[in-house]
């Protein structure tokens, strides 16, 4: 089972539409959850943590399953601008903290 | 805001050649990485770096990389003998402590001859 998992797509949604993405884990004792996103050959840049308790950040929501492994993260009401690829980030526990990254679930929103 | 700076943006090395990739991490940050992008794959890590040494490396990083941290602002990659499949975007990134994030500079696409 890969480290960090995630659906590459692509997901075409229209303009408007609410789409969820998701990452599994296979590391039990991994302990820092994050979103990145990335544009087309450009660096990631973090979207958002994803804390236990659930987050939001104005259209952007993410969740934490710690029991069943997994991440996920809500759009609404997708912008045009929200066409990039998504990461997933896991880091294990310890104080260097191994930093893995998903292959990424790339979204394209049309008009 | 703080921002990681890579230069140069681009470079081209011919087979065989070392190269060196600079890296200026946000000044109050304590743990410094690089990775590695090869068009249309995933992020990969290749080193960690922390008190002045490394703690954690990847198989991908072997004998062919270092990386150094010479004064108290710049942070490099040294590729002692590139080979063609060397040729990807180096990302630099940094973090203050544990849980979080990480911060990336815009990177530097290598593109070996």
């Known amino acids: 089972r890969k480290e960090v998992e995630q659906d590459p797509g692509p997901f075409n949604v229209p303009e408007g539409a609410t789409v969820a993405f998701n990452c599994t884990y296979s590391n039990s004792a991994s302990q820092s959850f994050f979103w990145y996103r990335q544009d087309c050959r450009k660096e990631p840049k973090l979207l958002m943590s994803?804390?236990?308790s659930g987050n939001e950040d104005g259209r952007f929501t993410a969740q934490l399953n710690r029991a069943s492994q997994y991440i996920s993260l809500l759009i609404r009401d997708s912008k045009l601008s929200d066409s990039a690829t998504y990461l997933c980030?896991?880091?294990?526990?310890?104080?260097?903290?191994?930093?893995?990254f998903g292959i990424g679930t790339k979204l394209q929103v049309i008009p | 805001e703080p921002e990681v700076t890579q230069t140069p943006s681009h470079q081209v090395t011919q087979m065989g050649q070392e190269v060196i990739l600079r890296c200026v991490p946000i000044s109050n940050h304590l743990y410094f990485y690089w990775y590695r992008q090869i068009l249309g794959q995933k992020v990969e890590f290749l080193v960690s770096f922390y008190n002045n040494e490394i703690s954690e490396k990847s198989e991908i990083f072997d004998d062919q990389f270092s990386v150094e941290r010479p004064d108290g602002s710049n942070f490099t990659l040294k590729i002692r003998s590139t080979k063609l499949e060397d040729s990807a975007m180096y990302f630099c990134?940094?973090?203050?402590?544990?849980?979080?994030?990480?911060?990336f500079g815009d990177g530097t696409r290598l593109s070996i001859l």
């Open positions: 990134a940094s973090r203050t402590r544990s849980n979080q994030p990480q911060h």
């Open positions: 994803v804390y236990s």
């Open positions: 980030v896991v880091t294990s526990s310890g104080g260097y903290q191994k930093v893995t």
